[in-house]
């Protein structure tokens, strides 16, 4: 294992709704960061191709023609779009993990992916349960997706937005032993003491930290006059869209901020050098799901087998019998 290396955190804004184009411009974010020496890179939730801001600006009337461009634009496994990002990992032999809104049938669900410096796909997290609105978007993920990858950079994991404040969640993670965790989020919101706050989501994921004794690394997007223009019906609509907000920073186990920050209206990427020797002390004094549990009285049940809503049984005999078949009998 690689004691120290560099990890980085995106903060940026997706072309939105157009896939092709926010996949080129993930890759060429990869590629920089590469260029400045990470090997670990995060980014924002739902970055492919961004997040469907609409459902908090109106009903479901006034979304339906967001949703459908949003459906033709999610990402499917396989496709040319997770080939583009296995050989941006590939080509810079880097570890990155990006957040996508992930087409599967019929339904659409929010997805962490994760590539590793071979360009392989090993794995993908879906957001157990879809914050209030997003319900209308998202649906549920498993325990089957919800990994933590044991790699030369340390045990590598991620969680979306409110996903950190679920506590269950917390000790999922810790019972097996993540080390780097990335923190994908949307923007903020610019309301001071909101619940989607800046502050709200720097204290959620500051307080993950501490809790896990894991290295942070918080993406974020930030909103853009494309996005207003595009969603901002309404004086209302573009009043509660504000430039910026995004607040990315990669966080230590001691819940300090040990990377660089950007303006919140900036679109870049946040650095700093990780040193996995740093858990151990506090590891010593705090593991939630190891010698500092109470299993006695207080445990969870973590089931990780995968929840099918269909499950089909055998296999049907085709019932096509060929025009020449026909004809000939």
């Known amino acids: 294992m690689n004691q120290t290396f560099k990890a980085a955190a995106v903060q ?12 080129d411009k993930t890759c060429g974010l990869v590629d920089e960061a590469a260029a400045n020496g990470a090997k670990v890179i995060a ?38 779009s997770i080939r583009k990002l296995s050989e941006a990992a590939k080509r810079n032999k880097v570890y990155f993990c990006v957040s996508v809104t992930e087409k599967d049938r019929g339904s659409l669900y929010l997805t962490q992916l994760w590539f590793n410096p071979a360009g392989d796909l090993i794995g993908k997290h ?9 319900k209308v978007i998202w649906g549920d993920g498993d325990g089957s997706m919800m990994p933590v990858f044991e790699t030369e950079y ?18 999922a993670m810790a019972s097996m032993n993540e080390q780097v965790h ?24 500051k307080y ?38 995004g607040f990315a920073q990669i966080i230590a186990p001691n819940g300090q901020v040990i990377s660089n920050t950007l303006e919140h209206d900036e679109e870049g990427i946040v650095y700093a050098d990780i040193d996995l020797k740093q858990i151990i002390p506090g590891k010593f004094l705090i593991d939630h799901a ?18 099918e809503p269909v499950k089909v049984i055998g296999e049907s005999k085709p019932n096509v019998i060929g025009y020449e078949a026909i004809h000939n009998s």
């Open 290 to 307: 190891g010698h500092y549990s109470t299993p006695g009285f207080l445990s969870l049940t973590f089931d990780k087998s995968v929840h």
């Open 43 to 80: 980014f924002p939730e739902a970055f492919v191709p961004g997040y469907p801001w609409w459902i908090w600006l109106g009903n479901a009337d006034y979304g339906m023609k967001y949703y459908v461009r949003l459906y033709e634009n999610s990402v499917e496994i396989p496709s040319p």
């Open 208 to 245: 993950y930290a501490i809790s896990n004794q894991t290295f942070c690394l918080l993406a974020s997007q930030i909103w853009t006059e494309e996005m207003r223009d595009m969603l901002g019906e309404t004086e209302y609509q573009r009043n509660y869209m504000k430039i910026g907000y």
């Open 12 to 23: 940026a804004a997706a072309v939105y709704l157009d896939l092709e184009a926010t996949i």
């Open 182 to 205: 990335v923190a994908s989020w949307p923007t903020g919101l610019p309301f001071d003491g909101h619940l989607f706050g800046i502050d709200v989501c720097e204290i959620a994921t």
């Open 154 to 171: 340390g045990n590598l994991g991620g969680l979306q937005c409110w996903e950190h404040l679920i506590p269950l969640n917390i000790s």
């Open 126 to 134: 879906r957001k157990l349960k879809a914050t209030n609105a997003e």
